[in-house]
């Protein structure tokens, strides 16, 4: 009898629970499902009733980091990747966000822009005249500091695309450059510029590059900052040129920097990629830069 009573209670129980309505005078905008336990020795059981959670929009990262010495070809080859983007993206739930960053002698952020709604901003940003001077390593330095700075965004939907033609004799925030003596004609000067390179391995000798860079950080344990100083001013200690052979020049420096930062990103987990500019240069090195760092990817979103 007491089994009986109990049993009773829960069928009793249940009944008043339900809402005297029709099922089809429900208008459930979201799916659900129901679960129950089996009865236990008191006769009860828990239902649990589950709804999904409202959809979340997908949002993702994208990082242009341009050199301002590319063609303006190369310029319209970036708004057209953005344009074909942003059709996407307005036939789905997704949201981009785009951070320009736009490099010379030092990097000039242009910050965040939603691709759906900021389109025109970011062609301002991309077309703005800035002169002189490059530095991958102030351009890519600041592209990561951009997406480091989003939490919001998970590390796999982040997106970093660097494009320049490879021309590089720059490195850290503010510009840096090593003074490297070097002789020419019979004069001894330590200028720096993307002839270093040139003057120091010759104009066509290419190097396998991952040798390269590991011979850089070998001789940057020990050469470290000793000869750098601020583009524009006046060096206070400059390399004696009987080291000037195996010394680090301002190239070397910025092209392993550039590497170096390059793949920090992607250990981070983003999507990095890099494109030629202009499709050829005067300096061969700078061309085969390039395509040791894109190692033959396609930018794929």
Request: net charge negative; proline share 3%.
């Amino acid at each position: 009898m007491k089994k009986l009573i109990c049993l009773l209670t829960v069928f009793v129980s249940l009944f008043f629970m339900q809402v005297p309505v029709k099922a089809s005078d429900i208008n459930w905008d979201i799916s659900k499902s129901k679960t129950a336990t089996q009865l236990d020795e008191n006769y009860g059981s828990q239902v649990t009733l589950s709804l999904p959670a409202k959809s979340e929009k997908l949002v993702s990262d994208v990082v242009f980091v341009l050199d301002k010495s590319t063609s303006t070809q190369i310029e319209n080859q970036t708004l057209d990747m953005l344009e074909n983007l942003q059709t996407q993206i307005s036939q789905t739930n997704a949201k981009v966000k785009v951070g320009i960053v736009i490099f010379n002698k030092e990097a000039n952020v242009f910050g965040w822009f939603d691709l759906e709604n900021d389109l025109d901003d970011i062609k301002k940003a991309i077309f703005k005249e800035i002169t002189f001077g490059t530095n991958f390593h102030a351009g890519l330095l600041a592209g990561k500091e951009l997406l480091d700075q989003d939490q919001e965004v998970a590390a796999k939907r982040k997106y970093m695309v660097f494009v320049s033609d490879g021309i590089t004799y720059m490195y850290n925030q503010k510009a840096t450059v090593t003074a490297w003596s070097f002789e020419n004609d019979g004069i001894v000067a330590s200028w720096p510029g993307p002839d270093n390179w040139n003057l120091k391995y010759g104009q066509e000798d290419l190097p396998d590059w991952d040798n390269y860079l590991t011979d850089v950080k070998e001789k940057l344990a020990i050469q470290g900052d000793q000869y750098d100083y601020l583009y524009g001013e006046a060096p206070t200690n400059i390399m004696p040129l009987e080291e000037s052979k195996e010394g680090l020049n301002s190239v070397d420096k910025a092209l392993y920097y550039t590497v170096s930062t390059y793949q920090a990103m992607k250990d981070e987990g983003y999507h990095c990629y890099s494109m030629l500019a202009n499709g050829y240069s005067n300096y061969p090195w700078a061309t085969s830069f390039m395509n040791y760092l894109s190692k033959g990817q396609e930018i794929f979103f």
